[in-house]
């Protein structure tokens, strides 16, 4: 710890499962365990080991407005890690999966009702990247738009209601199950719903961009 001592174990339990944390670049990272076993800085790196001495995560992170230990840790779970390895060593670093939207609106009762929409969850889908992989596979965002109220609303674009048949309501849960499920070059089957006709489309997922 602080980059002075030798080998340290500390102890603790695990105080959560699936927390979500921000990384180094601003990106979201889920699945995360929290422990508050003591972590310090230079403790990134080290392993959390189960009470078989088994390696179930790697440490990441403090939550911490002093810098030190506050019994808030988190650890990446092993199972994170050997999906991402491959992408480590071969590349340098891990290929984000990516499907292309640029900006989509999180359906909800309240806005369905309000622009009629036939169903009350799903990704009203705005603008997609150009050449991305929805757009490739002639999947569309809005056609037109109109004022309600006080606000610019787009519309008639595609609506995603589920991925490979799990059911999507909002745009970070997309992204989630991507990171979590899903590798640079896998196709998914994208579920939309276009002029009331429901529509299933095959996408192949490439690297985002950096």
Do not use: C, M
């Amino acid at each position: 710890p602080f980059g002075q001592f030798g080998r340290t174990l500390t102890t603790g339990v695990i105080s959560a499962l699936d927390r979500t944390i921000e990384g180094p670049d601003n990106r979201t990272i889920n699945g995360i365990i929290q422990t508050d076993a003591a972590i310090n800085k230079g403790n990134s790196g080290g392993p959390l080991l189960d009470s078989s001495g088994r390696v179930i995560g790697i440490t990441s992170a403090i939550f911490s407005p002093t810098g030190t230990s506050a019994g808030v840790g988190f650890a990446v779970p092993v199972d994170t890690l050997k999906r991402i390895l491959p992408d480590l060593l071969t590349y340098g670093r891990y290929r984000h999966p990516w499907l292309g939207i640029r900006y989509a609106y999180n359906i909800t009762p309240g806005l369905a009702e309000v622009i009629r929409l036939p169903v009350q969850e799903g990704l009203l889908l705005v603008q997609l990247y150009d050449g991305s992989p929805l757009a490739a596979a002639d999947i569309r965002g809005a056609q037109t738009q109109e004022i309600l109220g006080n606000q610019r609303v787009y519309l008639g674009g595609d609506i995603v209601t589920a991925v490979d048949g799990q059911a999507i309501a909002q745009i970070s849960q997309l992204e989630s199950i991507l990171e979590s499920d899903y590798q640079v070059g896998d196709t998914v089957t994208i579920s939309i719903l276009r002029d009331g006709k429901n529509i299933e489309v095959p996408v192949e997922l490439v690297e985002e961009p950096r």
